[in-house]
């Protein structure tokens, strides 16, 4: 069984970059096997917002109202994904939760982490 882990800052502030990692353990895995690895986030008081994903063959989806300052990477060597979100506002306070897609389900999915944006 795999399980995610997410770690990074609990608090940024406006106009700096957040930079968040979700660790992979577990049962073995390989970033092409069929799954997208992904970055969601629940501001308070609103619905779960998808970020971005990462395909099994490399291509990274990004919400196109974040694609201008999201960047997903991975790192197959440290079983890890990064989060990368310039320019951030309050509006980007948020729970950031990685999860593993596949066929439109998310399973598992890291226990979350809140983020602040603030001064």
């Known amino acids: 069984q795999v399980q995610l882990q997410e770690s990074g800052p609990d608090l940024v502030k406006p106009s700096h970059t957040l930079s968040l990692t979700c660790t992979i353990s577990?049962?073995?895995?390989?970033?092409?096997?069929?799954?997208?690895w992904t970055w969601l986030r629940q501001a308070p008081g609103k619905e779960l917002e998808w970020i971005g994903w990462?395909?099994?063959?490399?291509?990274?989806y990004y919400h196109p109202q974040l694609k201008i300052r999201a960047s997903i990477s991975r790192d197959a060597s440290k079983s890890l994904f990064i989060l990368t979100l310039t320019s951030v506002t309050p509006e980007d306070t948020a729970v950031y939760y990685c999860?593993?897609?596949?066929?439109?389900?998310?399973?598992?999915w890291g226990q979350g982490t809140q983020v602040t944006v603030s001064s």
């Open positions: 999860a593993r897609s596949s066929a439109g389900a998310f399973a598992p």
């Open positions: 577990g049962d073995s895995f390989t970033f092409t096997d069929d799954y997208h």
């Open positions: 990462i395909a099994p063959t490399g291509i990274i």
